[in-house]
């Protein structure tokens, strides 16, 4: 079966990213099957971090078509495995007003285990954007002017 990475590309046009972090996630069987297949979206998903817990919440993970009765909840919250002291930086990370945790990819690791990429982030507004876009396009006329030059 082919291993498949499901990428948050909306997080990074959204959110400036200050940190990122690798959590393990646990998991259901037929949930292991559905992303192996490549059928997960993490688009509108967040964590939260609750007392000493950290939850994967709104991740969408399609039903696996074969696992009849035994099927998962395509949209159950997930719990994220992190050591305590990540658990509670996260937690002070959160208490700073704007910052959240995006999950940016969903992926397995060498060993065939399931993790998530989380960053750190704050929202950009329409000036942050437009900046971002102003800052690509002139790196790319500058990359353009320097093969002509060549």
Known sequence: METREIVNRKARHDFEI???LEAGIALRGTEVKSIRQGKAVIN???ARVDKEEVWLVGAHIDEYAPGNRFNH???????LLLHRAEIRRL???????????VPLKL??????????????????????RRNDLKKRDTQREIQQ??????
């Open 44 to 46: 509108d998903a967040f």
């Open 18 to 20: 200050f940190e990122t």
């Open 107 to 128: 992926y397995f690791n060498q060993r065939g285990v399931a993790k998530v990429l989380l960053g750190v982030a704050r929202g950009k507004g329409g000036a942050d």
């Open 73 to 79: 909840d395509p949209k159950r919250f997930r719990k």
């Open 145 to 150: 002017a320097m093969r002509r030059r060549r």
């Open 91 to 101: 937690f002070q990370r959160g208490a700073v007003k704007g910052l959240t945790l």
